[in-house]
Structures are given as C-alpha cells and as structure tokens.
C-alpha cells in the first residue's frame, strides 16, 4: 500500500502564548486531490509552512513523501508550492522570475515557456511582474509551482483574484494533475470551491482539525432535510408534531418544516399529513452542501 | 550553492540595477580621478579630507591607484546599498519562501547569494579601475606628473595592491549591508542606517572623540581599502574590521538559519 503524501502527528505551533495549530493529525493519501479548507486565520498556512520547512514546529511530528519535515531537503525537489499568494521580483518578467528558480533548483530553462503557455501566460511572460494583474499573478505563481514537474502540489488559495473563468481552469488544471497522478493539497477559506474537486478534506478552525477524511464521508456525516410547508400556515404545528410523533427532530424556518430524515420517509409523511386532513403545499429532501455542513460544525454564521 | 549563484546573477543582471551601478561607479571613479589631477595646485587640496597630493607623490609607482583607492568609502556605500537591498528584499517581496522551497538549505541561500554579489563588486571595481587608470594617464600630462614609475614592477605591485585592498574593503561594506538588511528585513531601513551610519554618524563621532575611527566598523574599513589611513595601521584595520564583520555574518546567519520565514 502506498504511503501517504502527507501525514502529520500532533503537529503543533504556538507563537507566545497564542496557539496557530493545536495537536493536528491528519494524512493526504497519494495521488488525491484533498482540500484543506478553514476560516482565515485557522492555521492553514502555518501549517502548510511547516509541511514546507520555512517554519519549524513547537510540537508533533510529521512526513512528506515519506520523508520527516525535519529534512525538507530530502522532498522538496519533488514539491511544488504556492504559499499565501505569488511573490516575485516586480523589475523582472514574468519569464525571468521563472528563470530565477529554474536556476535555483536546477531545472531546464526549457520548461519555462511551455509553463507560461499552460497557465494562460504564454504571449504576457515578457512583461515585467509588476504590470500583471492579479489573476496574472496568481497563474504565474501556480506556473512556479509546476516547475519541478512536482509529485505532490502545494497550493494556498490558488483561485484568490481570479474570475470565474480563471477559476473554472484552475479548477480544471488540478484535476489534470489528479488525473497524471500528482498529489494537490489544496487551500481555501470558500469550501464551495474544494467541494467539487477534493475527494479527501481536512477542515480546520481555531487551529484544530475538525474533520479529516473523504469527502463523501463528511457528506454523509450529515443527514438530508426534508422541507415541508403545509398549504395553510395554520397547520404548521400539526406537521412539526406528526414528524416528531415519528422519532425525527424538527425546527422551525421561514414557516417550514425542517425535518432531519431521508428522502425515503417524505412518501410517508405525505400520506400522514394527507391523513390528518393537511395538503403540503410542498415537500422537498434536501442534502446539504459541504459548506453547511462545514458552518454546522464550526458554528460560522 | 551555484544554482543559487545562478539564480541571483539573473536578479543582479536586470538591466536598471546594473547600468545604473555601473555609470555610478564611473561616475565616481571619474570624478575623484579627474579632481586629484585637474586641482593639483589647489590651495583647497585634491585628495580626501581636502589633504593636498603633488606631482611629485603621483609620479610614484603607487600614483596610479591614488584615485581610485580614493573612491574606497563610495564604492563601499554603493556595494552596500546592493547587499543590503538585494538581502532585504527578499522579506519584502515575500520571495524568501521561494528560494526556500527550491533550495532547503539556508546556509547555501546566504552563502550563493554573498558570491554572487561578491562577483558583482568585483565587476564594479575592476571597471572603477579601469576608468581611474584610463583618465590617470590621460591627465598626468596635464598636471605634469610622470607615468614613467607606474609601469614598473613596484607600479603594477601598487596596482595589485591598490586593488586588493579596495575590493576587500568594498566586501567589507557589502557585508555590512547584508548583516543589515538581514537584520532589519527592509531594504529603506538597512540602506538608510547603513549610509547614514557610514558617512555621518561615525565622521562625526570621530570628530568629537579622539581617536574613535580606531574602531568605528566604516572607518576601519575605510582604511583597509586605503592601506591604512591616519592613526589606523592597515594590520589594525584588516583585524579589527574583520572581527566585526565576522562577528556580524555569524549572528545573522545563526538568526538567518533558526528564524521562522512567516512572511
């Protein structure tokens, strides 16, 4: 069986007395896309900095590629990585900023513009980085990121500033690399946006793992809702009591019935509502997104 | 280590730092030459400190290098503005997690990145040198100083010397620019404190406490790229200035090595 991508043990950090990751265990199984989704400040990039050696934990342990986080020489060649947005030298092109970490890591400069082609940069990496715009960046960033031609993907809010078709081609992009075998680990506060590429999640709040798995679990982790409304307000009570009378929690919102229970029992509490003299006016099994899902086990609003 | 060579020759080479550090240096090299030659009967003086150099002394095999071990402290300003700033900038722009992600080894980041702009100064004061040759023997007739000892033995032992010494001290500056700019992190700050620290604060202090440029940093630099200058042996100098940019380059690169790059 393949060793994870990544995994990590107790890992922690703490700056002073303040707590940026808690105790954190979770693993990225190989050659997935996992989506590490959480709040702004709930220790996604301290973490990702740690995965990376750019800053050492206060505690736990971890590996990338199977190799300890201790020695991040010993991966980092096969890693690519946009952390907390592009940074580049804004006197230089696009094309030389590529060149300088070509150099760095040793990579053929020949790699460099089939990149900027594949990222939407092809005919702008003669221009220097600080007329690019910020959808301009943020492509030659994840450009930089492909360098390596990398076995695991590391990427911080890859879609920040781009428009909904630049999102839509990174979107796309990721799973190309997916499909190629690449492992993508990757970062965002909008879990709407992870839902629809991640098989595997890793939320995060307050700098504490809340959930680490398949995303089909967490899916199925929560319980669809059927919405009832009755034809007339007056016999919401009666719905709310015929679904509790049958062993489901109900509440209350916007004058429907919120009933915790499959799509399997709507046939059923139709026909009992029918019975009590009560015509819904509709009757609908929702399944809820991962995003609430994720609200409903952080508590956001 | 020389990939990281490589890579921050690439960011040395952008053409507005290296044409704009090259026609300084020119510049610089010009001026000073030119003004030791053309104000040779300067009641005012034509050398540092308004100090007052005849024929006589330029017609001496060392002649050759007295302009251009003149232009040492400015030299060593503009070497470490580019220290400082290319070491900072790394902070500002955020890019340091890059280099750090291609290249783990933080050792080797500071190290490549010192040779680099090690091999940069070199450019600068082999071209400061030629410039100040050039326009030595194109004035000397003019101020009827005598080339005939310059190309002697003891001349080009002079020029070799001369050179030596300036490109010493012109590391010497650059590293103080990079133990700064790694310091502060900021490329206005550690150029600002480095200049102003350089030629106003330790002149001035100098002037107000006896014999303080014995171990003012700048001063004994100074010196070393000078050979030695008043109430500074060069041997003094070499030490002194030594042991304080070695002490300097070895705090930083332990907090260069140790520190979180959160940035």
Known sequence: ?301 | MFHVFLAESRKLRRPTLLFSTLLTVVGISGLFTSLLFLLINSRSGNGRRGELINAATLSLPNGLVVGFTSTVTLLGVVALCIFAAQTAQEYTFGTLRNLLVRQPSRMKILLGKYLSMAFFALVMDVLSLIVSVALSYGLAGHAHVSTAAWSTGAGFHALAQGFGNVFLATMGFGTLGMILGLLLRSPISSIAIGVIWVLIVENLLSLVIKDANRWLPGSLIGAVGNGGDIGITYPHALLFGGLYLLVGAGIVAFLFKRRDVAN
């Open chain 1, 1 to 301: 069986m393949n060793s994870p991508a990544i995994s990590v043990s107790d890992l922690s950090k703490v700056y002073g007395d303040r707590p940026a990751l808690s105790h954190a265990n979770f693993e990225v199984p190989m050659g997935t896309v996992c989506g590490f989704v959480g709040p702004n400040g709930s220790g996604k990039t301290t973490t990702i900095r740690m995965l990376l050696g750019l800053i050492t934990p206060t505690g736990g342990t971890g590996t990338v590629l199977g190799q300890s986080i201790k020695h991040p020489e010993k991966y980092l060649p096969q890693v690519g990585a946009m952390i907390e947005g592009p940074a580049f030298y804004p006197a230089l092109t696009g094309s030389e900023n590529l060149k300088v970490l070509a150099d760095l890591g040793g990579f053929p400069m020949s790699r460099v513009q089939p990149l900027l082609e594949q990222v939407g940069l092809g005919d702008r990496g003669t221009g220097k980085f600080k007329t690019y715009s910020l959808g301009m960046k943020q492509r030659l960033g994840i450009a930089a990121a492909l360098l390596p031609q990398p076995k695991l993907l590391v990427l911080d809010e890859p879609t920040n500033g781009l428009d909904p078709s630049g999102i839509q081609e990174v979107r796309e992009l990721i799973k190309d690399l997916a499909n190629d075998g690449t492992t993508v680990f990757v970062s965002s506060h909008l879990l709407s946006e992870l839902e629809m590429i991640s098989e595997h999640l890793v939320m995060l709040r307050l700098g504490k793992v809340l959930f680490a798995g398949k995303t089909q679990d967490l899916l199925s982790a929560q319980q669809p809702v059927l919405v009832a409304k009755p034809e007339y307000a007056v016999d919401l009570g009666k719905v709310v009591a015929i679904a509790q009378n049958n062993g489901h929690e109900v509440s209350i919102i916007d004058g429907e019935a919120h009933i915790i229970g499959s799509a399997d029992w709507a046939a059923t509490l139709n026909r009992l509502a029918f019975e009590a003299g009560i015509t819904l006016a509709a009757l609908t099994s929702v399944l809820p997104t991962l995003e609430e899902t994720f609200f409903e086990m952080t508590g956001d609003e």
